[in-house]
Structure formats: structure tokens, C-alpha cells
């Protein structure tokens, strides 16, 4: 099992940053992607960004490039959303996820990856 609890959520203003923090833990050592998705209220969850824990490789969302990076601690126990330049569309409960295969992270942007946090709540005020 992976837990993973988010923190770092708040209110700012357009043009503001915010960075999220996702501390993991239980059986980590096997985790393959961690990512980070987002739901604004009455629309489907997104994927936002995603990195391979051992590559280090990342993607983004078309909609958050050039404004966001994801990152992990060395320790590969925290993730990361450094969110720059923020609009009111960004406005969202921000979910980080995890999962130990390479199929489920390839898949990501169907949302199969298998372990979940509880979100939180970004709001961006224009």
C-alpha cells in the first residue's frame, strides 16, 4: 500500500504561485510514476503533470506547460507541483496520485493509476 497526503493548497491572485507538496509513504520503493491531476467543480478530473520516480522524466498538460514543474525530493517521499503564473482556471482540487506499473502510468491520462490522495483545494481569484 501508498499513502499520500497533499498539502500546500491556499488562495492567491492570478498571476500568483503556489507549490504543492504530496508526502508518500507505506510500500514506496516500488512506485513507477507519481502525478499530480486536478478537478474544477463540475467538470472530470485532469491529468496535470506526471514524472517517472527512477527517470525523472516528466509531462505536462498542455494547459500548464511553461507555468508548472513537477519534482521529487531525492529521497523520492515528496512530490512536487511548483505552480507558476496562476489563472482562475486553475482554480481546482489538486490530487496527487501514484502507481507501481508502467502500463497504469502510461495510461494516466484515463486515471488508472491505483493509489490516491485527498486533494487540495488551489483557488485563484482574478
Known amino acids: 500500500q501508498v499513502q499520500l497526503v497533499e498539502s500546500g493548497g491556499g488562495s492567491v491572485q492570478a498571476g500568483g504561485s503556489l507549490r504543492l507538496s504530496c508526502a508518500a509513504s507505506?510500500?514506496?520503493?516500488?512506485?513507477?510514476?507519481m502525478a499530480w491531476f486536478r478537478q474544477a467543480p463540475g467538470k472530470e478530473r485532469e491529468r496535470v503533470a506526471r514524472?517517472?520516480?527512477?527517470?525523472?522524466?516528466?509531462d505536462y498538460a498542455d494547459s500548464v506547460k511553461g507555468r508548472f514543474t513537477i519534482s521529487q525530493d531525492n529521497a523520492k517521499t515528496t512530490l512536487y507541483l511548483q505552480m507558476n503564473m496562476l489563472a482562475p482556471e486553475d482554480t481546482a482540487m489538486y490530487y496527487c496520485?501514484?502507481?507501481?506499473?508502467?502500463?497504469?502510468?502510461?495510461?494516466?491520462?484515463?486515471?488508472?493509476?491505483?493509489?490516491w490522495g485527498q486533494g487540495t483545494q488551489v483557488t485563484v481569484s482574478s
Open positions: 507505506g510500500y514506496i520503493v516500488s512506485t513507477y510514476c
Open positions: 514524472i517517472y520516480t527512477n527517470s525523472g522524466n516528466t
Open positions: 496520485a501514484a502507481d507501481r506499473t508502467s502500463y497504469n502510468c502510461y495510461m494516466w491520462a484515463s486515471l488508472r493509476l491505483g493509489y
